[in-house]
């Protein structure tokens, strides 16, 4: 049988308000996400558990040039003493750290298998050995000589940094990805030599702008390379705010291969990409045939990256079939910026470049005068030492003659020679040794050496301009580390403008062309049939619902369609649904208002004219390309109020005159020189009503004489004689239409 449960005494019990303890705890861990966890201090530019792996690796004393040490040992020593939180969080960590593909400047030099470009995993622990690099030493240069706080680990039992000292600009020169609670940061890698460069101006000039520092810092040099194609305004812009982002291209040449034949070589790829699930979504989109002008594509990459793309056709523009692969694959990459980070260790902040660059700058000298004041006590207290010796030495006889006779010689010493508990201390704890060493000469030469130490550091200490010489100094060695000329100094990531094509070609390569029928209901569901369809007869439609209109277009279409609420929409012919069913409401597709209906849709092409009328009679001309729509809302052309007015008919402008029919079956006839051009507004009266509203127009040349369509779809005209009785001018009431169709419309749609 099972134990009893207790229930708790009264007195145990205590009531919280759910809220408040829900608050409490969530805050709680929230600020140990953002402080712990996800976010770099903007000092030494690294999160928890990288400062923790690179002090364990200090203390392992794994310094660039030693042997390699297990990085299973690296893990268990860091987990034991300072991060106990699992040993595969914290390998992944040690393994980001040595990968040049992810990090700029490897802070550790990894032997093994640590991963490859292509997103493969690395090997366990137990196999892969590891050791510090250059730019890790740099960040832990000092920190034995008090350089930084420490603070006790989360057993109590020893010590750990709160942060690094930090002589490299670790936080930009490396970057940073974090998510936290309600906040994320995320920033690429930077020069380090460029970097430097702008810390100097910094320092000349503390009051400089993140725009002004631009002209150092070019922008992200990532690891893999690859081409940035922002313009210089939205770089500055995110430089200077924070946030933003950046547009990565692959690198690429154009490769001949013989008879004019040629192929495509991509170099270098986006940060972060993996090239193996880059090139398998390339492969996927040539298998489903949505890369028309790609004829193959490989890897043929060992150390460096080497992707060959071939393409279908030699008549091929390499820099169009490019851009289609940008469009749809990794191949261009945005890397967002995000300088979202821990100001003083404490403060989470979203900074910019200047002011990123000055916390590094401003730690840099707290670090150089605390190890100021840690040597100044050590000169101090080796200086009371050397008096101590010079004492001894020039009483030599007599000191040994105390120690030899006296049971407590350290009072006696004190007493005879005047010396503090330091020196007589230091005298008696000397081994007989270096008895022989003791010479005046060189107590008084260390001694003079000291004094002049120890002048400069007071110094040093006293004046500002002295410290910000010291770390211009500091940085600019470590400019010189990673110079420009230096394989790892050298930039990497490259500028450019991104190429202007003809967007029209590169649609139209993203897709392949062939003929449709697009299909529109009287309730404004549509949908396309492949092929140009003459015969809609066995089209099924919704219960309630017929067919509207159809008319021929190719999936590479571009589509424009017309709106009672006075708006025109943009669409891609592609992006409409099959010819099976019923097709999908075209609301779907385009923001259109509940009450709004489709007036018209055709086939959009280039330098037409229509005119369009609302049902009051108001009309005007516009230009084709003043009714494109950049966005699913539309825009906005002929003003209307729905529901009293609407818009209702639009014709292309073919000839010189003008035909309007109103519902009462009155018409007027008169020349389209009468009607303005305009791009958007209410337009001037076409057709005055007393007991009726426009019903349709249309537009044709005067000698030809005006046709439509009847009932019966047959074409019907009346020659400009016949015209006569209904020859007027604009605003006109009209006459009765005899012989024109009951239904009030010419039935000439676009075309």
């Known amino acids: 049988m099972g134990k009893r449960l207790i229930p708790p005494e009264p007195s145990d019990v205590q009531e919280v308000a759910l809220r408040e303890a829900l608050e409490e705890r969530y805050l709680a861990y929230a600020l140990s996400t953002i402080m712990h966890r996800a976010l770099p201090d903007a000092r030494d530019g690294l999160k928890p558990v990288h400062r923790r792996i690179l002090y ?29 939180h699992g040993d595969q969080s914290i390998y992944d960590a040690l393994v980001r750290l040595a990968q040049d593909f992810s990090s700029r400047y490897p802070l550790v030099d ?24 250059e730019v890790a030493r740099l960040l832990l240069e000092g920190i034995d000589e008090d350089a930084v706080e420490f603070r006790a680990n989360y057993d109590g039992q020893s010590r750990e ?30 020069n380090a030599a460029e970097l430097c460069d702008a810390a100097l101006q910094l320092i000349d000039k503390p009051t400089m702008r993140s725009k002004s520092l631009l002209k150092w810092v070019k922008g992200p040099d990532c690891p893999t390379g690859g081409i940035i194609v922002d313009d210089p305004a939205s770089i500055a812009e995110a430089y200077h705010t924070g946030r933003g982002g950046f547009r990565v291209r692959a690198k690429w040449k154009k490769e001949e291969s013989g008879r004019g034949t040629w192929q495509i070589v991509v170099t270098e790829i986006p940060w972060l990409v993996q090239k ?51 469009k749809q694959t990794e191949l261009e990459s945005r890397i967002p910026l995000n300088l979202n980070v821990l100001v003083k260790g404490r403060i989470p902040k979203v900074v910019g470049l200047a002011e990123c660059l000055r916390e590094w700058l401003d730690h840099l000298r707290d670090v150089l005068l605390r190890r100021a004041k840690y040597r100044r006590a050590q000169i101090e207290h080796r200086l009371e030492v050397l008096g101590g010796y010079l004492i001894a030495y020039l009483n030599l006889d007599k000191v040994i003659k105390i120690i030899r006779t006296v049971d407590e010689p350290k009072p006696a010493l004190i007493k005879a020679f005047k010396l503090t508990d330091l020196q007589a201390d230091s005298i008696l704890n000397m081994r007989l040794r270096n008895l022989r060493k003791l010479e005046e000469m060189e107590i008084r030469g260390e001694d003079k050496d000291l004094r002049n130490e120890l002048k400069n550091l007071k110094a040093l200490v006293a004046s500002e301009a002295a410290q910000w010489k010291k770390v211009g100094e500091q940085v600019k060695k470590v400019r010189d580390i990673f110079g420009s000329k230096t394989p790892l100094g050298k930039r990497r990531t490259q500028f450019a403008q991104a190429p202007e094509h003809d967007l029209a070609a590169i649609e139209e390569a993203l897709v392949e062309r062939e003929p449709i029928t697009v299909v ?163 337009g001037v009266r076409l057709q005055k009503y007393t007991g009726g509203r426009l019903s349709d127009v249309t537009t044709f040349v005067a000698k030809e004489g005006l046709t439509w369509k009847d009932s019966a779809n047959r074409e019907q005209s009346l020659t400009w004689k016949d015209l006569m009785p209904w020859r007027g001018n604009r605003a006109d009431a009209g006459r009765l239409a005899q012989g024109l169709p009951k239904s009030n419309k010419f039935g000439n749609p676009i075309m």
């Open 56 to 84: 364990g690796m200090r203390l392992l004393r794994l310094d660039p040039g030693t042997p390699f040490k297990k990085s299973a040992k690296i893990v268990g020593d860091v987990m034991g003493s300072f991060h106990p």
């Open 110 to 133: 990894g032997q093994g298998n640590f991963g490859n470009i292509d997103g493969d995993n690395p090997a366990a622990y137990r196999y892969t050995e590891a050791r510090m690099t």
């Open 161 to 190: 940094p709160v942060v690094l000292p930090g002589a490299f600009p670790n936080l930009l020169a490396n970057g940073a990805q974090g998510i936290a609670v309600g906040m994320a940061t995320s920033i690429p890698p930077h």
């Open 276 to 326: 193996s699930r880059l090139i398998e979504r390339i492969a996927e989109l040539l298998n489903e045939k949505k890369l028309l002008l790609v004829g193959d594509i490989r890897d043929e990459s060992a150390e460096d990256v080497r992707i060959v793309i071939e393409p279908k056709s030699r008549n091929v523009d390499p820099e169009v079939l490019m851009e289609t692969l940008f």
């Open 520 to 682: 529109v209901s009287d309730k404004g569901w549509v949908r396309t049939l492949k092929g140009h369809v003459t015969d809609l007869s066995s089209l099924q439609f919704k219960t309630d619902d017929s067919l509207g209109f159809s008319f021929f277009a190719e999936t590479t279409s571009k589509l424009t369609l017309f709106a009672t609420n006075g708006r025109f929409y943009s669409l891609d012919a592609q992006k409409l649904p099959g010819g099976r069913g019923h097709g999908d409401p075209i609301r779907m597709t385009i923001d259109l208002e509940g009450d709004a209906d489709i007036v018209s849709m055709f086939v959009a092409k280039e330098g037409r004219k229509f005119i369009v009328a609302a049902q009051d009679g108001q009309g005007f001309i516009v230009k084709e390309e003043d009714c494109v729509a950049n966005t699913r809302k539309g825009k906005q052309v002929l003003n209307v109020s729905p529901p009293k007015n609407k818009a209702i008919a639009i014709a292309e402008v073919k000839g010189d005159t003008l035909a309007v029919i109103g519902t009462n079956h009155k018409m007027v006839v008169f020349g389209l020189d009468q009607i303005p051009k305009m791009a958007r507004g209410r």
